[in-house]
């Protein structure tokens, strides 16, 4: 029987065999809260982790403007540019199609596992980068979209 506890030494092992230490931490700390009993903090975490972690993702890319890195004129003048233009209908775009991801995600919790199959294999056999599950499952419902309405 593959109880809570099972599932979360998986993801540990997935996370270590793909060099994927995100997986395996946050795996650990979910597992060490359930041996102490905290389980109480779940539903605090499910609702406010996706926000602290954005916070910070947030954080990480304003650094380079709050160190001087990048200057204010250097930012207006790409933002204006042609690729700015882009980038910033990419980030609508994405903002957008995220929204569905989420959905996805609620209707089906039990997707996550192979969200974090996929981006393993991303990682170790392709060099990709693990930027979120979130990303991972607005493209699939975005292509689950497709699908049902050429097969639905």
């Given at each position: 029987m593959l109880t809570p506890e099972i599932l979360l030494i998986v993801f540990i092992i997935v996370g270590v065999v793909g060099r994927v230490s995100i997986i395996s931490v946050a795996a650990s700390l979910l597992l060490v809260m359930r041996m102490l009993n905290v389980g109480r903090f779940f539903p605090m975490l499910e609702r406010r982790s996706l926000e602290l972690g954005l916070l910070f993702l947030?954080?990480?890319?304003?650094?380079?403007?709050?160190?001087?890195?990048?200057?204010?004129?250097?930012?207006?003048?790409?933002?204006?540019?042609?690729?700015?233009?882009?980038?910033?209908?990419?980030?609508?775009?994405?903002?957008?199609?995220?929204?569905?991801?989420?959905?996805?995600?609620?209707?089906?919790?039990?997707?996550?596992?192979?969200?974090?199959?996929?981006?393993?294999?991303?990682?170790?056999w392709f060099g990709g980068m693990p930027v979120g599950p979130l990303m991972a499952t607005a493209i699939a419902a975005l292509i689950i979209s497709i699908y049902e309405k050429f097969h639905g």
């Amino acid at each position: 029987m593959l109880t809570p506890e099972i599932l979360l030494i998986v993801f540990i092992i997935v996370g270590v065999v793909g060099r994927v230490s995100i997986i395996s931490v946050a795996a650990s700390l979910l597992l060490v809260m359930r041996m102490l009993n905290v389980g109480r903090f779940f539903p605090m975490l499910e609702r406010r982790s996706l926000e602290l972690g954005l916070l910070f993702l947030m954080v990480s890319i304003l650094v380079p403007l709050a160190s001087g890195k990048i200057e204010a004129r250097d930012m207006m003048k790409s933002i204006f540019s042609p690729l700015g233009i882009i980038t910033i209908v990419a980030g609508v775009v994405a903002t957008i199609i995220n929204a569905k991801g989420l959905e996805l995600l609620q209707m089906y919790p039990s997707l996550l596992i192979c969200v974090v199959i996929g981006s393993v294999v991303g990682i170790v056999w392709f060099g990709g980068m693990p930027v979120g599950p979130l990303m991972a499952t607005a493209i699939a419902a975005l292509i689950i979209s497709i699908y049902e309405k050429f097969h639905g």
